[in-house]
């Protein structure tokens, strides 16, 4: 059938994959051994796997630490809900006080559990490989500098994110042995020539391939796709039994298998570019050259999207890249339920506040990165001095330097190798709509173990027992004095965050965009005035409440002793322009100055000359 494509489902790859090499138990031998265990362990094991059975194989058959367990399971969970409002009510059903409570009763499709735990490897197959990764983005092929030291750095730091590319050649080197964890006991004891896939293998294995067909790729089953009448032969389908002949179909999806129509390779040629507006700076400068050195760096980036052609919201990606001294701002319908990649910002403040379905923040400096609800997993890697706000399921770092995160997530984050000087802290944050999105993304208010991360290669080092004040004060000295390579953010140090859009309230959308005047869509201003935000989700922690109002206390206090002060009209202009001028002062030299001027808005043209969202 001319119009049948088979391709790499990229989830597993982009959200599932940690980037870090997987735990050694997790090998393939391993993995095969689990998978005839499981078979003959029979209820809670196969064909679903409790996350007790999952515990139990973890701890007292592999040996790998209790942490690491959970982390695959909860990330495996993640990936797999496509019904958002069944993992909210699971959240709402289990106890306020115990997140791990939520897991009890799930469990997970066992098969496709195997194939994404040895999905990982492609963590630690690719350090020894010559797949590129850290090519300049976007990448079309495979970088003939394979060799080279910078790509070894980012093939151990951030092999999740090699491109479709990659995806597809670990898949076609690694597809037999992939299909040998999904055969039953008696086919698996068999060489591949003779064993026998069953159709429910074949359904797990729509894990990693997926199908679609005709002039709109619609998506099809793997299954459909293998028995079609045309194609029988060359699967090796038999009929009378229900299965496949594995060493026919394993050739069949070899020659067939092609790499992600959805993925940045055909995002950039095929998919649709955004005018996103660049907003004008109007800083006047304090000294010339470097006034004229900041204008020269300033640089409006590229985003494009899939989401011209993209069948399924799945499917959907934003990438947003090469943004310098710059701010952006957009929460519109691009973004919600897109996989976002945000790449190569510097210096630049990026507020995407919608609900998405996962973000990657790679090679950022000295940006701000500002998040709506985002369902599954956060990703920042390759980052420096760079302040990362997330409301998340998921919160991962890898080889990140100097950085701030404020996070809201159910889920302790994952602090992988190459990590320095990371400050983490509680969401500091909100805006109108956050908790409809959270909501919609399944994200729950009533958790929060921003405190709480798994510090090292997987390696179970997080805080425990960290709901009192007194005890969040000494994991912070203690992280201190062993040098670790993250602290929790002195509180002393810790201001809540106002998002600097004013929202205008709209009845007859949830959305308000303004038009910019050259056809592109320009920044979205307004939510609706239903179930508004007014205050950070779950609140703060006390010790930072505390510190809030200490603060406020200081400044009410100053405020009565310049009223006490009694002063004439002339001085209070005296002293009223000094604090400004001091102000002003403050703002260059930590170079704020620039990110206010950028929030002034174009004026809306008296015609529009375009519809919004249009591209050039």
Known sequence: ?????????????????????????????????????????????????????????????????????????????LLNYKDRATLSESYKLASKSDFTSTRQGKSVDTLKFL????????????????????????????????????SMACRGSSPKNLDEQCHLQFVLDH?????????????????????????????????????????HNACISLKD???????????????????????????????NLSTNPYGVGCCISSGRRFSWPLFPEQTAPTASSSSNS?????????????????????????????????????????????????????????????????VSVEKCRNSTVVLGAVQTTVVATNCRGSVIVAVCGQLIVSHCVSCVFYVLTPRGPLLLHGNEGIQIAPLHTHYPALERHMEQCGVPTSWNYW????????VGDSRKDASNDSTRKDATESASSNNRCWELLSPTEFTTFTIPFSPSTSSTSDSKLLDSG??????????????????????????????????????????????????SKEDRRCFQRYVEEQFQQWLHET?????????????????????????K
């Open 1 to 77: 059938m001319a119009s049948l494509k088979l391709w790499v489902n990229p989830d597993p790859f982009v959200i599932g994959v940690l980037p870090s090499p997987p735990h050694n138990k997790l090998s393939p031998s391993y993995l095969k051994k689990i998978a005839t265990y499981v078979r003959t362990r029979g209820k809670g094991g196969y064909p679903l796997m409790t996350f007790q059975s999952w515990r139990h194989i973890a701890l007292n058959k592999l040996q790998i630490p209790e942490e690491i367990a959970i982390v695959y399971f909860d990330i495996y969970t």
């Open 115 to 150: 194939l994404f735990l040895y999905l990982q490897q492609i963590s630690k197959i690719s350090l020894r490989s010559s797949i590129k990764s850290g090519e300049e983005w976007p990448s079309h092929k495979l970088s003939s500098r394979s060799n080279s030291p910078d």
């Open 175 to 215: 597809l037999g042995e992939m299909c040998e964890l999904l055969l039953d006991p008696d086919s698996a004891s068999k060489s591949q020539r003779d064993a026998i896939l069953s159709t429910e293998g074949l359904a797990a294995l729509s894990f990693v391939i997926h199908a679609s067909s005709g002039a």
């Open 225 to 255: 796709a293998a028995t079609q009448q045309s194609l029988v032969l060359r699967t090796g389908y038999i009929r009378t039994t229900d299965s496949f002949l594995l060493h026919k179909l394993v050739t069949w999806l070899k020659d």
């Open 294 to 358: 900041n204008n020269r760096k300033r640089h409006k980036g590229r985003v494009a999207s899939n989401i011209n052609y993209a069948s399924k919201s799945e499917y959907k990606q934003v990438l947003i890249t090469q943004w310098t001294h710059s701010t952006l701002a957009q929460s519109c319908e691009v973004l919600e339920d897109a996989c976002v990649k945000v790449h190569r910002s510097h210096g630049s403040y990026i507020y995407l506040l919608a609900p998405m379905r996962a």
């Open 451 to 458: 405190d709480q991360p798994l510090s090292g290669i997987l």
């Open 518 to 567: 050259d056809g592109s869509s320009s920044m979205l201003m307004g939510w609706s005035d239903r179930s508004l935000t007014t205050s950070i989700p779950g609140g703060l922690p006390p010790l930072y409440e505390r510190a809030l109002a200490q603060r406020d206390r200081v400044v009410r206090t100053w405020q009565r002793v310049v009223s006490d002060a009694k002063l």
């Open 591 to 615: 170079s704020n100055k620039r990110q206010v001027d950028q929030l002034i808005l174009p004026k809306p043209p008296s015609t529009s000359s375009g519809d919004a969202g249009q591209t």
